[in-house]
């Protein structure tokens, strides 16, 4: 009989451009991979029901809240977070700054991580598309104008 102790498997994905591996729980979400096994503490734990999207990073490509995801379903995926996307402030993050679309910085790296999903998807996008993507991110601070503001100069450039 295999107790609970010896129950892990071994999880392979891409992140940020480098293949890691780690041992984890089957229960794992991906979130906590990326914290705690990998110490990308960029990827916020915000409420842990997949409401709030302080969480948010890229899986091959497209926005997912990654406290709604297994580590295991990340099996062989590509992952990017918010520290994959360099050291230089690119446009979204520019014009955030900019537009005084943050404040606090918690909701900001999942607002990010959906900003560059509806630029690579939709580039054209209007304040209707921003703000019908931006709807899985929370932020208590800045009251979304200035985000949307910022979303669509960054668009615009």
Known sequence: MVGCEDLSMK?????????????VEPRTLLVD??????GLTGTHVGCESSVCGACTVLLNGRAVKSCSVLAAQAQEQEVVTIEGLGRDLDRIQNALWEEHGLQCGFCT?????????????????????????????????????????AALKAFQA
Do not use: S, W
């Open 11 to 23: 999880v392979r994905l891409q992140v940020n451009g480098l293949f890691r591996e780690c041992e």
């Open 109 to 149: 790296p999942g607002v990010v991580m959906t900003l560059h999903d509806l630029a690579e998807h939709q580039p054209q996008a209007d304040e209707e598309a921003i703000r019908r993507a931006l709807k899985g991110n929370l932020c208590r601070c800045t009251g979304y104008q200035n985000i949307v503001n």
């Open 33 to 38: 991979l990326l914290r705690e096994n990998l």
